[in-house]
C-alpha cells in the first residue's frame, strides 16, 4: 500500500504543448490553472446551453386570441413570434383540418365542439393552418401562449 502512494506522490502532469497567436510553441508554466481554465469554459458553455433551454421553456405570460371563420380555402396564420402552446376549439358546424408549422404534412383533424391542445414546451410554434372540405365551413376560437 505505502508502494501505491510513493508512485501516486511522484506521477507528474504531461508536458502540454500549446501554440500562441503567432503558430510558435508555447508552454505552460501551471498546468493546474491551465486545466482549471479549459475545465471552466467547458463547463460555463454548458450552463449557457442549459439557461437558453430553460429560458425558453418559461412562459412571457401572453396570450394572442384568434376567432376564424374557415372555409375550403386554407388560412396561414402567422403568429407574432414563436409561440409555446395553442388551444383550438372548433365551435362548428363542420370539422376543420389544422397544421401546426408544416403545411404539407398529414392534418390533424378538429371536429365539432371538440378542443385541440398542444404544448410544446419551447417556443416553437410560428404557423397555424386552417382548412374545412369543400363545400363546408366552420368557426374557431383560437388563444396562443408565449
Known sequence: MDEMQDQLKQMTAPQVKVVDTQGNPASIDNYDNFMSFIM????NAQAYKIRKIMEDRES???????????TQV????????PCQSITLINTGPNSVMVWLNHYPEPPRTVRINVTLAVDFEGHKLEYIYLQCAPGETAQVEIAVKY
Open 40 to 43: 471552466l469554459s467547458s463547463l
Open 60 to 70: 412571457q405570460g401572453r396570450l394572442v386570441s384568434y376567432d376564424e371563420a374557415v
Open 74 to 81: 386554407r388560412i396561414e396564420i402567422k403568429l407574432p413570434c
